[in-house]
């Protein structure tokens, strides 16, 4: 589990692509503090498990549905990718819970200044969409965000200048993909509702007065 806390901006040193799996290779340092080859770090969200380490980086397998999935076949050498290591027990909970399993990629559609802040409008699709609301959490590209506004198709998040600073987001520009999971709570009370989507048409048992009735 993450929480979305971004530790460290590492760089992409190598690609070795497959069909359609790959090795990629990250130049670091921070996270590498107490990590082990088995270990698992977010990079840009994506949770993946360290198959090698040395002085200044590591690498890690990236499964076909991995590149599927998110912006990682995107990627060149030289790209800056956002890092976090995997939770501690005993580590401070300083954003929300983030499983590193990307539900799909959204395109940055504007960015826009306010004061000290960045206002960045992304759309993606309806399927993740419909489980973003405002004010409520997402991660992009393994930050943890606040959502500011929250449209069919689109939302916006306003980036602090320390967030901004400490991640790769504001490097981005207009076009580019970014990946996305959202909030696990949603996920688990659309399943437990049967909110009908593209898989299933059953009706649920469990309603939102029953929810209702027992404290939710």
Not at 31 to 53: F, H, K, P, Y
Not at 61 to 70: A, G
Not at 102 to 115: F, L, Q
């Amino acid at each position: 589990m993450f929480t979305g806390i971004i530790e460290e901006v590492g760089t992409v040193k190598g690609l070795v692509s497959g069909a359609n799996s790959g090795v990629i290779t990250i130049g670091a340092v921070k996270v590498l503090e107490n990590t082990r080859i088995g270990d698992s770090i977010a990079v840009n969200g994506v949770c993946l498990t360290v198959t090698s380490i040395f002085s200044d980086g590591f690498t890690a397998d990236v499964m076909p549905e991995t590149f599927r999935r998110s912006n990682l076949g995107f990627l060149k050498i030289g790209d800056n990718v956002n890092l976090e290591r995997a939770m501690a027990a005993d580590g401070r909970f300083g954003g929300h819970i983030v499983s590193g399993h990307i539900d799909g990629v959204g395109i940055i559609a504007d960015k826009k200044r306010e004061s000290n802040a960045v206002w960045v409008t992304i759309k993606t699709q309806k399927e993740i969409s419909e489980l973003i609301v405002e004010k409520g959490s997402i991660a992009i590209d393994g930050i943890s965000l606040t959502v500011a506004k929250a449209g069919a198709e689109e939302f916006s998040v306003s980036i602090i200048p320390h967030t901004g600073s400490q991640t790769t987001l504001l490097d981005k520009k207009a076009g580019d993909r970014v990946n996305l999971e959202n909030d696990i709570v949603g996920k688990y009370v659309k399943k437990l509702l049967n909110i009908p989507d593209k898989s299933s048409k059953k009706d649920s048992k469990l309603t939102f007065e029953l929810l209702k009735e027992y404290g939710f």
